[in-house]
Every structure is written in structure tokens, then in C-alpha cells.
């Protein structure tokens, strides 16, 4: 009778989530799930996501109550047959809270980054996934790393094998980036590519990885690009958060820094504050951002223009902003080629990939099927 009950619990997003609180319940016992369905939001350490079902069925109960925080992996909810008799989902939910474990730290986190060789750097990247087929390369903006897409990876990785890079100068990668030059990057992206032997590569990129995904999109591989808030687009860009993100020491400092990421600014956390923190107090670190603004943006603006490496591509190609970016305004989505989709995401600011993530994974989606 089990294979009939299904249970839905506690998601793990990001490398260092251990528990969730659930804020908001968006369904009722008894209603109808499938996959992609919105059912809760979940408040990490990090960020509020929305929770979406990778399941179908009907929900017979919801066991988590509004508020409460819970460990990864906890049950949260039951999708059960029709047939199966509510004793019978009492049972199990019994003997699952019963034999329910967390995890400890220092266990089964799941996958662990991994690194390899290119022109003399050590390139950290996280895979999940199947490891057969087409390749999504997830490709993070400034300042960032891989844990920029921890709400898009592994709803992405449910079916394809699905990468997050971390470029030179960011996250566990070294920090040598050379000119700073984007189109360092993107030779960097490429050169993954090639050494790992991907067939067919989809590259998803944010903001500065937006850019350095659309630089690498000319590799025979690559079969649809989808760049989000990009630079390269227009002259604009709000360099200064670039050098308020540089000069904070503190977290009052940078905290309205950060704010300017999002639509709403009760979204950063005090955990997303200290992991930047710690991340710009690495050696090598500022001399790597400040290489990458002298290169790109030196003069208060963007200096790079890759309109014109947009119009050459004959691959599907998605662009999407979120309406109230303050960092590179949603405007640079207008006057783009004609066969090229553009999505803009309201009540979202830079990273919609995080304030939006449901609607993103899909676009993400949709983006794929038509390569």
C-alpha cells in the first residue's frame, strides 16, 4: 500500500540548508497536485522560495503547520491514492515521524562541488542530475557563486544533469581572472565545455554570467541560451552598487547594498549578509572584482556591447529581467532581435532567479524544449 502514498518533504536548496520554515501553506487538503505545482512558501537562512511539487495526486494531509521549522527532509505533506483509507495514512505518517532522522552535520549533504584544470585554474562546479544527455550550465553573475541558483538546480536537475560553475575569482574557483574581461570568461566557459565533452549544452547566465553565457554561445555544443538581466545590452549600470559592494566591511554597510538586488528588501537575510561577508574576505577576492570592474564597467558604465553577438546566434535564445532591476534596468530588454523571447518578471528586481524562481525554472524550461 505505500507505493500509493507519496510524501512531501522538506526540500534541500543550497549546499548549507539544514531546515526551512513554513510560512504559508498555498493549497488544501484534498486538492489535486502535478508537477510544477505551487504548494508553500519555504523561508530559508538565505531567502523566502516558493515550494513546487515534483509529484501528482491528490493531498489527503497536510502534517507541517504554518510556522513551523523544520529540518531537511521532514515530512510536510501526503499525496496518497484515493483508494488508500485515512488509518491507513495515519499509519504511515506515524511510522515516518517515528523513524525520521535529521541530518547531522558532517553527513549525506548530497552532491559536492568538484573541480577541474583550465589554463592553469582551478575551476570549482556543482552537478546534479542524470549524467546522460543534454547539459544545463548554470552561470552566475558578479559577486556571486554556485549557491546563486540553489532554488533553479535541482528543480532543473530532476531530468537532465544540470551544472553550476563557479567563475575564476568567485566561490571555491581561484582567483586569478586575468584581464577581467568577459570575454575571458566566456573562453573559460568554452574551454569547460570542450574538456568535459558535452554534446549538447543549454547555458543559463545572470547578469555578468549572462554575458559571459552569451560570449560562449557560439560553441558548436551550446543549443539554446537563456540570460537573465545581462550585461552588454545598454551603457547603464549601477556602478554604485558595484562599489558599494566592494567598500563593505560590515553588515550594516552592506545590507543596503544588497537591498538594491531585490523588489523587496525584507528578502536579505542576515545569513545572505555574512556569506558575502565571508566570501569578500577571501585572499584575492577584492583584486579579482576590482580587475572585473576596471575591464567592463571603468568609466560608470557598461563598456562592453554584445548586441551584436545576440544577433549572430541561430540557436533559441530567451532573455529575461526582472521589471524593478536597479542594477541594469529592464530597458536593455527593448530593440533586440526579433526571433529572440523576452520575458519580463514583475515584482522581481536583479535576481528573479531567487525572488522568482517558479516562473524562472519554467521559462528555463520552456527554453530548452525548443532547442
Known amino acids: ?60 494531509r497536510l502534517v507541517a503547520s504554518e510556522g513551523e521549522t523544520l529540518p531537511v527532509g521532514a515530512l510536510l505533506a501526503v499525496v496518497a491514492d484515493p483508494t488508500v483509507s485515512d488509518a491507513e495514512i495515519d499509519a504511515y505518517i506515524a511510522e515516518f515521524q517515528a523513524n525520521f532522522v535529521p541530518e547531522e552535520d558532517g553527513g549525506d549533504d548530497g552532491p559536492e562541488p568538484e ?50 560553475l563557479d567563475l575564476p575569482g568567485h566561490g571555491r574557483s581561484a582567483k586569478n581572472v586575468g584581464s577581467g574581461e568577459v570575454a575571458f570568461f566566456g573562453e573559460i566557459v568554452a574551454d569547460f565545455i570542450g574538456q568535459k565533452g558535452f554534446e549538447r549544452v543549454h547555458l543559463v547566465g545572470h547578469s555578468l554570467g549572462g554575458g559571459v553565457a552569451l560570449q560562449a554561445a557560439s560553441h558548436p555544443s551550446v543549443v539554446s541560451l537563456t540570460i537573465i538581466a545581462p550585461v552588454g545590452f545598454g551603457r547603464e549600470i549601477n556602478t554604485g552598487f558595484l562599489e558599494g559592494f566592494l567598500a563593505a566591511k560590515r553588515r550594516k554597510a552592506l545590507q543596503p547594498v544588497l537591498e538594491q538586488l531585490v523588489a523587496d528588501p525584507g528578502l536579505i537575510s542576515r545569513d545572505m549578509l555574512e556569506d558575502v561577508l565571508k566570501f569578500k574576505r577571501m585572499d584575492g577576492v577584492e583584486t579579482a572584482l576590482r580587475t572585473i570592474i576596471s575591464a567592463s564597467f571603468d568609466d560608470g558604465s557598461q563598456t562592453i556591447d554584445l548586441r551584436g553577438a545576440l544577433a549572430s ?59
Not at 526551512?20 to 487538503?29: D, H, N, P, R, V
Open 115 to 164: 573541480t577541474i584544470e583550465i589554463s592553469g585554474r582551478s575551476i570549482s562546479y556543482l552537478a546534479m542530475g542524470p549524467g546522460e544527455g543534454d547539459v544545463v550550465l548554470l552561470i552566475h553573475g558578479f559577486g556571486a557563486d554556485v549557491n546563486g541558483w540553489m532554488f533553479n538546480q535541482p528543480a532543473l536537475a530532476e531530468k537532465r544533469q544540470v551544472i553550476a
Open 313 to 371: 546566434l541561430s540557436i533559441p535564445v530567451t532573455v529575461i529581467w526582472g521589471k524593478a532591476d536597479q542594477i541594469i534596468p529592464a530597458g536593455h530588454s527593448e530593440g533586440l532581435p526579433a526571433g529572440v523571447a523576452v520575458e519580463i518578471i514583475p515584482d522581481a528586481g536583479h535576481i528573479p532567479q531567487m525572488e522568482a524562481s517558479a516562473k524562472i525554472n519554467d521559462l528555463i524550461t520552456a527554453t530548452l524544449g525548443k532547442a
Open 1 to 60: 500500500m505505500q507505493d500509493k502514498i507519496i510524501p512531501i518533504v522538506m526540500p534541500k536548496w543550497g549546499l548549507a540548508m539544514t531546515e526551512g520554515a513554513l510560512t504559508t501553506w498555498s493549497i488544501e487538503e484534498g486538492v489535486e497536485v502535478a508537477p510544477g505545482a505551487e504548494i508553500a512558501e519555504i523561508e530559508t537562512t538565505k531567502i523566502t522560495n516558493v515550494f513546487e511539487v515534483s509529484v501528482s495526486g491528490p493531498v489527503r
